[in-house]
């Protein structure tokens, strides 16, 4: 008869024996599709070799089972699973030409053969050994067990007894070729004695390797095993050797006494332990974090203040507060030669040097540096570290840290401490109480060495954007040093000293090669940054040297000079971001210059105030916080209670609407320090007196009209100074901090403190006389009359 024919790999499918099949190769894959198409039978042989990919006909057995294709379903990966029944032996006489599968001509082999005593024998004897093997090898079922003692049939018993034996492929293709049922029986039970005697050996040796250990250890079984097979091989167990290893490394380390014992115990236990079991893990690497840190290694300070000023002024240009603070220190160490580490916090806007700063002192102190950010940290464990008992523990940030820094005196900074977060795993911040506290951390203990560690000699520098975000009881513990943001001029001499030779040099060019005009570097930092620091100014004149580069070797050139002027700048860098000077050229009716610190500096902020017709409602739009909204309440207040003084009718407010908005509307704003300015800008409108324009104010209001002080003054002073305003009012009790402002800024803004808002309006408004702006009675905002209400864009105070 003729049949497709599928080759298999690593299987043999026997007469009566259901099997699913994967099948992937598209030769196989078209025989089942014609067979499906051509009474479902196909001809199953197994290949000699599985590693063939593309079987010949030599490559497959003669032998093989006529089958059925019960069922076939075609998976989304493009691989077919058929469901094949075998039903009888079958030998390949001849192959058919055929380009898409295997087609062959075959010889039915079953024939029937009569029982005889021999077959009863064999039956009995290859049932009776099969039981035996089943209860040696738990994962024969036991129903498997009742079908097979049902047979009488002696080709059925070989064929489905077979299926349940881990036997080589080889073996089973030799019980499929054997057609004669008593000798298959015969191989068949030569196979089983063999598989049933494996059993027995494997069950003997694991029997003597159990009766070898102590009943504590049962749960060390396999790795007592192994040990076992290791002793036979004549392996050496160098468990001892390390732990004798530790012992004479201990020897020569100094350590505290507390930390020494926890060593030693440590050490005794793991002697003890096998060195297979995880336990034994937990214990070296427990004893390998004690004896790599440094208990009593530390650095020697540097105390040449000459020097160390040097060094400081080398990485940083300006900031002369924090390197006064690290002379002082190293003054107070030559003294008295042991001094516990300072704990300095700076504060201050994105770019201006902050964790370079900490670098630079670890370097002008000859101390090794190590650095931990905290942002995003929530897990009080990332701090304290975790105990021993979890898999895979390790200790927290600290004790990593210290270990990397490999001496007791280390400068560490703690970069984003403001950025830590909270939530249920526990407060890192609080963690952070004992570690920042020279009072405590002397003996700060991690939750995974459970010993104290000496953290007193270690300089802690932390850095922020922010103080309101930092715990007040870590504040508390911490030296507060701000950073301010720089001024024109102090950009000019960092990018002078040190921005352009560093990018030069990082864009494979020699600092005389691209050449910035002063005025060059100036009209960087005026149209194309806008900052308190000067990370993007280093953006822009990275931006610079890289089109220098792109140029000379453009030009075949390598070792020219270009010189860059101001003229230049919009070539190399495109249109300027930012525009330079007043927010207004001339001075407006309603639209005064506030001031308010961020983030990341201070910015002008410009609020514009109208009238319109109405019952006197009050809008407030910008995105304002509720003290914002609340300043501007307090505002109109004051501008009724001095309504008459200014030359306002008494009811003016009943028959107006007053709409005050702070442009950049998308982005949130609050604070009361924009009271009086608020306050200006609807006296403005309301008076039809303009501000002038290169006035800028900064103070709280009260309902009185006194002006309360502010934070922030030299983050303002420098955005208005930025921003080329000749004037600032600031409120008088604020003059204390105008000794913080640099002097250059001051040669170039006036500064009036004021306590009063009758005094802002005189110095703010437009007026032929100053002095006397709420007697010389200017014409009032006449609103016009109902039925020109459509004309209201007249009204606008612009």
Same mark, same amino acid.
Request: overall charge neutral; aromatic content about 6%.
């Given at each position: ?68 294709? !019960? +069922?076939?379903? /075609?998976?989304?990966? @493009?691989? #077919? *699973?058929?469901?094949? =029944?075998?039903?009888? %032996? ?108 494996? !059993? +027995?050996?494997? /069950?003997?040796?694991? @029997?003597? #390797? *159990?009766?070898?250990? =102590?009943?504590?250890? %049962? ?580």
């Amino acid at each position: 008869m003729r049949a497709p024919l599928m080759p298999l790999r690593d299987v043999v499918v026997f007469p009566s024996m259901v099997a699913p099949l994967f099948v992937g190769r598209d030769r196989s894959v078209a025989a089942l599709e014609y067979a499906m198409e051509h009474g479902k039978t196909i001809f199953m042989a197994t290949q000699r070799e599985a590693k063939v990919d593309d079987p010949r006909e030599g490559d497959i057995y003669q032998v093989g089972t006529l089958s059925t294709v !019960l +069922q076939l379903l /075609r998976l989304p990966d @493009g691989t #077919v *699973k058929a469901l094949i =029944e075998g039903r009888e %032996r079958a030998r390949v006489v001849s192959y058919e030409s055929n380009p898409d599968f295997f087609m062959v001509e075959l010889e039915v082999l079953d024939q029937l053969y009569p029982a005889d005593l021999e077959s009863e024998a064999l039956i009995r004897s290859v049932v009776a050994s099969f039981e035996q093997y089943a209860k040696l090898n738990k994962k024969i079922p036991k129903e498997v067990m009742l079908s097979v003692a049902a047979i009488t049939e002696p080709g059925a018993l070989s064929d489905t007894v077979v299926s349940h034996l881990p036997i080589k492929l080889e073996d089973r293709q030799q019980l499929l070729e054997i057609i004669e049922p008593n000798r298959r029986l015969s191989r068949l039970f030569e196979l089983l004695r063999s598989e049933i005697e494996i !059993l +027995q050996i494997e /069950r003997r040796i694991k @029997g003597r #390797v *159990k009766r070898q250990m =102590e009943k504590t250890q %049962r749960e060390y079984y396999l790795n007592e095993q192994m040990r076992a097979i290791q002793k036979e091989m004549g392996e050496k167990d160098d468990l001892k050797s390390e732990a004798k290893d530790l012992e004479e490394k201990l020897k020569n380390m100094r350590m505290p006494r507390e930390a020494r014992q926890k060593v030693e115990a440590e050490i005794k236990k793991l002697k003890m332990m096998s060195p297979m079991s995880a336990e034994a893990t937990v214990v070296r690497n427990y004893v390998d974090w004690l004896m790599a840190l440094p208990w009593y290694d530390r650095t020697r300070d540097m105390l040449d203040l000459d020097a160390a000023r040097t060094i400081l002024d080398e990485d940083h240009y300006g900031l002369d507060k924090p390197k006064e603070r690290i002379l002082e220190f190293l003054a107070v160490q030559a003294l008295t030669k042991k001094i516990k580490g300072p704990i300095l916090c700076f504060v201050g806007p994105p770019g201006v040097g902050k964790t370079s700063l900490a670098r630079s002192i670890a370097r002008a102190m000859g101390r090794n540096f190590i650095r931990v950010s905290l942002g995003g940290v929530r897990d009080e464990a990332e701090i304290r570290g975790h105990r021993r008992t979890y898999i895979g523990a390790l200790p927290g940030k600290i004790i990593q840290s210290m270990r990397r820094a490999g001496s007791v005196n280390p400068v560490f900074c703690l970069d984003e401490v403001d950025k830590m977060s909270t939530d249920f795993r526990g407060d890192p911040s609080a963690a952070l109480l004992e570690v920042l506290d020279p009072e405590q951390n002397f003996a700060f203990n991690d939750h995974y060495l459970d010993t104290d560690y000496n953290l007193s000699e270690v300089m802690f520098i932390t850095t922020a954007n922010t103080l309101y975000s930092i715990p007040a009881p870590l504040q508390d513990r911490m030296e507060i040093i701000r950073l301010p943001g720089y001024t024109e001029l102090e950009k000019l001499g960092i990018a002078t000293q040190f921005l352009l030779p560093k990018q030069a040099k990082a864009n494979g060019l020699d600092p005389e090669q691209a050449q910035l005009s002063d005025n060059a570097i100036l009209e960087i930092a005026r149209r194309y940054t806008r900052e308190a620091g000067v990370r993007n100014l280093e953006r822009e004149i990275a931006s610079v040297c890289r089109k220098v580069a792109k140029r000379l070797v453009s030009e075949g050139n390598l070792k020219g000079q270009v010189r860059v002027p101001v003229s230049a700048i919009e070539s190399y860098l495109g249109v300027p971001k930012f525009r330079h000077g007043l927010p207004e050229e001339a001075d407006h009716v309603g639209l005064a210059n506030g001031l308010a610190w961020t983030e990341t500096g201070g910015e002008v902020l410009t609020t514009e105030a109208i009238v319109l017709p109405g019952k006197g409602k009050l809008t407030i739009t910008g995105k304002l916080g509720e003290v914002m909204q609340e300043s501007a309440q307090a505002a109109l207040s004051y501008v009724r209670s001095r309504g008459k003084s200014l030359g306002l009718p008494g009811d003016f407010y009943t028959k107006a609407d007053l709409h005050i908005h702070v442009p950049e509307g998308a982005i949130p704003k609050d604070g009361p320090s924009a009271g009086i300015t608020l306050a200006t800008a609807l006296v403005s409108a309301l008076t039809r007196m303009p501000v002038k324009a290169s006035v800028a104010m900064t103070g709280e209001i009260t309902l009185r009209g006194r002006v309360l002080p502010i934070g922030g003054l030299r983050e303002k002073v420098l955005a208005a100074h930025r921003a080329q305003i000749t004037q600032i009012l600031i409120p008088k009790e604020n003059e204390k901090d105008i000794k913080e402002i640099p002097a250059r800024v001051l040669k170039t803004v006036e500064l009036i403190p004021v306590e009063h808002m009758d005094q802002v309006l005189t110095y703010a408004l437009a007026c032929d006389d100053p002095e006397a702006i709420f007697q010389c009675k200017p014409e009032p905002y006449v609103l016009p009359p109902e039925s020109e209400g459509d004309k209201s864009s007249d009204m606008v105070a612009h």
